[in-house]
């Protein structure tokens, strides 16, 4: 069973900050990695997908991924209170038909 | 296009009953998986159908099951409920076969068992 562990948090940033958010997964054989965001009450939204090593960057947000070393980072850049959320890191299990998931990370960002 | 739609949005069941929720996939998509999310547990497994065939299942009892018709669309039902079960039920659907290009959720259905 693949095991993909977060900090829990929370993390609290004031707006405007950058926000680092890191996942670390158990199974070096791991090809495709996923952020979700998930504001209180509401169902995760994908938002971010990297299957490279390297950096991916999406306006704000800008995955990182270090295979070598077995983590995932999200950095969220100019924070803003409505990035306040739980953000889940999700890998998919052998065989791709099921993704794991961490416990999340909540962010607080602070106006 | 349309996105993941759950129904219903609001359940409130009794101890003993049993509950059967819907999902519709986005167009196109033929895997469906389902997650309970709890607070003290996180997201949670439950299973995943592909082409109306239950691929894997998670680690919940019989009390679970769940189906896919041939339009995709999926059933998940839970009987003899139980306090526990009160959760957010999940139902996400992918493009490919399982989890390989990440999921798009539904906005899930909440359930409170009393």
């Known amino acids: 069973q693949k095991e993909v562990e977060q900090n829990s948090g929370p993390l609290s940033v004031p707006e405007g900050a950058i926000a680092s958010l890191n996942c670390t997964y158990s199974?070096?054989?791991?090809?495709?990695f996923f952020w979700y965001r998930q504001y209180s009450g509401k169902s995760p939204e994908l938002i971010m997908s990297?299957?490279?090593?390297g950096d991916k960057e999406d306006g704000r947000f800008t995955a990182q991924l270090n295979k070598a070393s077995q983590y995932v980072s999200l950095l969220i850049r100019d924070s803003q209170p409505s990035d306040s959320a739980t953000y889940l890191c999700a890998v998919p299990d052998t065989g791709f038909q099921k993704l794991v998931f961490g416990t999340g990370t909540r962010l607080l960002v602070s106006p | 296009k349309a996105g993941v739609t759950q129904t219903p949005r609001y359940l409130i069941k009794t101890r003993g009953q049993q509950v059967t929720l819907s999902c519709s996939p986005i167009?196109?998509?033929?895997?469906v998986s389902w997650y309970q999310q709890t607070p003290g547990q996180g997201l949670q497994f439950l299973f995943e159908?592909?082409?109306?065939?239950?691929?894997n299942k998670g680690n919940f009892p019989g009390r679970f099951s769940g189906r896919q018709f041939s339009n995709s669309r999926s059933e998940m039902n839970v009987s003899t409920l139980e306090l526990g079960d009160s959760a957010l039920y999940l139902c996400?659907?992918?493009?490919?076969?399982?989890?390989?290009?990440?999921?798009?959720f539904g906005s899930g259905t909440r359930l409170t068992v009393v």
């Open positions: 990297i299957y490279s090593n």
């Open positions: 159908y592909f082409s109306e065939t239950q691929r």
């Open positions: 996400a659907s992918s493009p490919g076969q399982g989890a390989r290009d990440g999921y798009t």
């Open positions: 167009s196109g998509h033929r895997s």
């Open positions: 199974d070096r054989g791991s090809q495709s």
